[in-house]
Nanobody, 124 residues
Framework: QVQLVESGGGLVQAGGSLRLSCLAS????????MGWFRQAPGKEREFVTA????????YYADSVKGRFTISRGNAKNTMYLQMNSLNPEDTAVYYC?????????????????WGQGTQVIVSS
């Protein structure tokens, strides 16, 4: 079992930045590829970004490419999401997820473990 806890969400003005964190516990963090997904009100959960267990491979949704940066610190059992140039369309609950194996995925069904989510609200 892997437990995931997100933090860092909040209210920010358009054009601002936030940094989300995802703290993992329970199993060896470096054995898992990780991802961030988000769900806006009335919409389905969507892929945001993902990272391999080594951190050498990353993937981004087109909507966040160039604005968001995913990273991980395996020694700290933590994954990060730096979000810059935020706009109101980024408003959502952000979830971190973990999947067994080295390769990350853009598919939510590939992930075995999920956090409870952290709310991000971007005001115009």
């Amino acid at each position: 079992q892997v437990q995931l806890v997100e933090s860092g969400g909040g209210l920010v003005q358009a054009g601002g930045s936030l940094r989300l964190s995802c703290l993992a516990s329970g199993r060896t963090f470096s054995n898992y590829a990780m991802g961030w997904f988000r769900q806006a009100p009335g919409k389905e959960r969507e892929f945001v970004t993902a990272i391999s267990w080594s951190g050498r491979s990353t993937y981004y949704a087109d909507s966040v490419k160039g604005r968001f940066t995913i990273s991980r610190g395996n020694a700290k059992n933590t994954m990060y999401l730096q979000m810059n140039s935020l706009n109101p369309e980024d408003t959502a609950v952000y979830y971190c997820a973990a999947k067994s194996g080295s390769v990350a995925s853009i598919e939510s069904k590939a992930y075995n473990y999920w956090g409870q989510g952290t709310q991000v609200i971007v005001s115009s």
